[in-house]
């Protein structure tokens, strides 16, 4: 397997538009969390979905963002306007289940100017 | 609410050198706890896995211990190498409803050839 992949790399975006984060997660895997990394608040739970429905979305910094996860292969985070205070790497992670090891993508460095 | 600590934040040795990084936590009802390590501008590693039902894991030359009743986590380097030099996080996993993940601030190592 690939492990999990984040699309894309790297953004770069002007304040106010959208931006549409991609995760793919490691077949089989039935938990898949979105994560955000400052310098300032460290690794920050954003959202955590199991078999594709959202369990906790308590750290959703706002209505500005929003997660989904159409299937068990694939979810998006999506920002609305963005701001440059998101700016920040922004990871994705799967897990078989509650008590095994999460496996994290290599994160999307976003940009907002 | 979950708060976790690390310390040091910051650590450097000479290369051959044993050493311990510390985890802390406040909320003992954990489901699990994880050691990951991150270099720059990648995403994180996973090294080790604890249950909260086990007082220690071994990988190498890892060696992560747990003491879920006083709430911390040890993980000890025996022989350590430059490549270890990175960060290293711990996460920890609630045992409530929504099992939620909480990482540690970090402890960036240094290892110093």
């Known amino acids: 397997d690939a492990g999990v992949i984040q699309s894309p790399r790297h953004e770069v975006t002007e304040m106010g538009q959208e931006v549409t984060l991609r995760c793919k997660p490691i077949?089989?895997?039935?938990?898949l969390f979105w994560y955000r990394q400052t310098m300032m608040r460290g690794l920050e739970l954003l959202i955590y979905f199991n078999n594709n429905v959202p369990i906790d979305d308590s750290g959703m910094p706002e209505d500005r963002f929003s997660a989904k996860m159409p299937n068990a292969s694939f979810s998006t985070l999506k920002i609305q306007p963005s701001e440059p205070r998101d700016s920040a790497v922004y990871f994705c992670a799967s897990s078989l289940v509650a008590n095994t090891e999460a496996f994290f993508g290599q994160g999307t460095r976003l940009t907002v100017v | 609410k979950q708060e976790v600590t690390q310390i040091p934040a910051a650590l450097s040795v000479p290369e051959g050198e044993n050493l311990v990084l510390n985890c802390s936590f406040t909320d003992s009802a954990i489901y699990n706890l994880q050691w990951f390590r991150q270099d720059p501008g990648k995403g994180l590693t996973s090294l080790l896995l604890i249950q909260s039902s086990q007082r220690e894991q071994t990988s190498g030359r890892l060696n992560a211990s747990l003491d879920k009743s006083s709430g911390r986590s040890t993980l000890y380097i025996a022989a350590s190498q430059p490549g270890d030099s990175a960060t290293y996080l711990c996460a920890v996993r609630g045992s409530g409803g929504y099992q939620k993940v909480t990482f540690g601030t970090g402890t960036k190592l240094q290892v110093i050839p």
């Open positions: 077949s089989g895997h039935n938990s």
